[in-house]
C-alpha cells in the first residue's frame, strides 16, 4: 500500500512510518514541524519507500500519485501550559489541525478511494464519569476549558469521519489514543514522563501535582502501534480504544521511575496545575479491540518500557 501520514516527525508519526515500511508499504509523510523534528525521520533519508512533504494541513492537502491509506495524526498532543509545544500554547493550530486538517486529509481519501484512519484520543471522554471507559461513553467534557481546544477539535473530527463515512462511504476509522510513552517522545513537552524521567536522571525530587492520586494507564509505543497497525488492516469503521489498561496512580508512577533510576531525592507534591481539566481516573477498555483485532493486547511491561525510555532520555540529554 502506499500510505499517507500527517504528522510524520511526530513521536507517533515516526514510529508509525517505521512499521508501516518494515511490514513492506510505501509511506509519504507529511508535517510542518510546529511539534515534531526532522531527527524523528533522519534514519529514512535513504528510503527508497518514504517520501516527504512539509506542508500545513490545515491548507488544502496535495499529494501527486495514487493512495491507498490516509493516517491523519498531525495535531499538537501535549496538555502543558508550561511547554511551548503545550496545546494551551498552539490553541488555534491545534483546532485548525483537528477541524481544517481532518477535513483535508477526509478529501485525500475520497478522492483516492483510501482506507482513511483519525487519531484520536482519551480526551474525548474528558474529565471521564464511568471508569473504565469504553466507546460507547460519551464523555465529560467542558467546552471552553484549557483543554477543550484539543478535546472539542477531536470531538469535531470523529464526527466529521464519520459523516465521510456515512455520507460518502469513505472507509473509515477511528483509533481513540490513551497516553503513550517511549523513545522519540519529546523531552520537553511538561507531561509526566518527560517531567520525571529528567528530574530522576538529574538526581531531584519529582514533581507530583495535587495528590498524586489521580490515574493513568501508560501504554509502551510499539504496543500502541501493533494496534494501530492491525486497526488500519480491518474492516472496522468506528472508534477504537488502544491503550494499556493498567492503571496506576501518577504517585506510584513516579515513585517506579525513581527506582528504575535509582533517584533518591523521592517526590515533592505541588499544586495541581490544569484544576478541573486534569482528568482525576483515566483507563481504556479494550474488550473491543481485542474482539476486532484479532485478540490485540499491551505486552511490554512498564518496567520495560520504561527502561527503554529511559536510556532514550539520557542519549538525548547527553548524561
Ligand atoms: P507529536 O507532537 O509528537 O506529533 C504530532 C505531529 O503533527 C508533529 O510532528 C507536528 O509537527 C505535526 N503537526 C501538528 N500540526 C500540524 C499541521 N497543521 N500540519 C502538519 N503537521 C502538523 O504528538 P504525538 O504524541 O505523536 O501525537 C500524534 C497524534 O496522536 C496526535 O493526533 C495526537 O492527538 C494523538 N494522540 C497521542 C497521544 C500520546 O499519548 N502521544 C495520546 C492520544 C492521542
Ligand atoms: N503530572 C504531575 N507532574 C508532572 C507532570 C504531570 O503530577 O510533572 C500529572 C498531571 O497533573 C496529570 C498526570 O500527571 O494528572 C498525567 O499528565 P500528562 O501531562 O502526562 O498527560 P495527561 O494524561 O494529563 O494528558
New binding site residues.
Partial sequence: MRILITGAAGFLGSHLSDRLLAEGHQVVGMDNFVTGKRENLAHLSDNDNFSFIRHDVSNYIFVPGKLDAVMHFASPA???ANSPIGYPNLPIQTMKAGALGTHHSLGVALANQARFMLAST??IYGDPLEHPQTESYWGNVDPIGE?SVYDEAKRFAEALTVAYHRFHNVNTCIVRIF?TYGPRMHID????????IQ?ALRGEP?????D?L???SFCYVDDLIDGIYRLLMSDEHYPVNIGNPAEIT??E??EEIDKLVGNEAGLVF?E???GSG???R?QPDISRAKEVLDDWGPNVSLQDGLAKTIEYFKQELGT
Fill in positions: 501535549s496538555p502543558n482519551s480526551e483543554r497516553n513537552d511538561g507531561r509526566a514522563v518527560a517531567n520525571f528530574q519529582l514533581t507530583v501535582y495535587g498524586g489521580q490515574t493513568r501518577i504517585k508512577f513516579a505541588e495541581r496545575q490544569r486534569d482528568p482525576q483515566r
